[in-house]
């Protein structure tokens, strides 16, 4: 266990970590921003490029804008935008998240143990089994410990 200047010191690691996050989160923004003018620009392209080709007596014009691909443009643009959503939602939330994987008795809940300073009653880790055989979720708050615990039958899955 932690003493209580050790967890103000994890506390305050653990703000100053996600701070660090906010000019990501700022540059991101802009970039989403700015992705999403260049759509509704190339929305605006493709609009003008459609009708150019229907005009009349402008063939040698129509062949050479049927060569210009603004659909896969867009589709490109589109997949790159909701990466960066992604991007942009995992720096944004307000909680560091840690996978640990490994097999039975490699130390994964002996790790989560040191960096948590929580104990066996929270994260058991004992030798012979299996005793975190499912998803732990671990949040820091500066409050008294506690748990949650909610049980669900054949049905509720």
């Known amino acids: 266990m932690y003493t209580n200047q050790q967890k103000t010191n994890i506390a305050s690691r653990l703000t100053e970590i996600l701070e660090k996050r906010k000019p990501f989160i700022e ?3 802009s970039v989403e921003k700015h992705l999403k003018t260049l759509h509704s ?3 605006d392209l493709e609009k003008h490029r459609q009708k150019l080709i229907q005009l009349p007596d402008n063939a040698e014009i129509a062949g050479n804008l049927q060569q210009i691909n603004f659909p896969g443009l867009l589709k490109r643009l589109e997949f790159q935008t909701n990466k960066l959503a992604q991007l942009h939602k995992r ?3 307000g ?3 840690i996978g640990v994987v490994g097999l039975m008795g ?3 809940s002996t790790l989560l143990k040191s960096l948590s300073g929580l104990s066996d009653d929270e994260i058991p880790a004992r030798e012979g089994g299996a005793c975190t055989a499912v998803r732990s979720t671990v949040y820091h708050q500066n409050q008294p410990t506690y748990a949650r615990v909610t049980f669900h039958d054949e049905d509720s899955f």
Do not use: C, V
Request: charged share 25%; hydrophobic share 35%; proline share 0%.
């Open 41 to 43: 620009t190339l929305l």
């Open 95 to 97: 909680t560091l998240n």
């Open 27 to 29: 540059r991101l923004t």
């Open 91 to 93: 720096f944004d939330r």
């Open 106 to 108: 490699q130390g994964k």
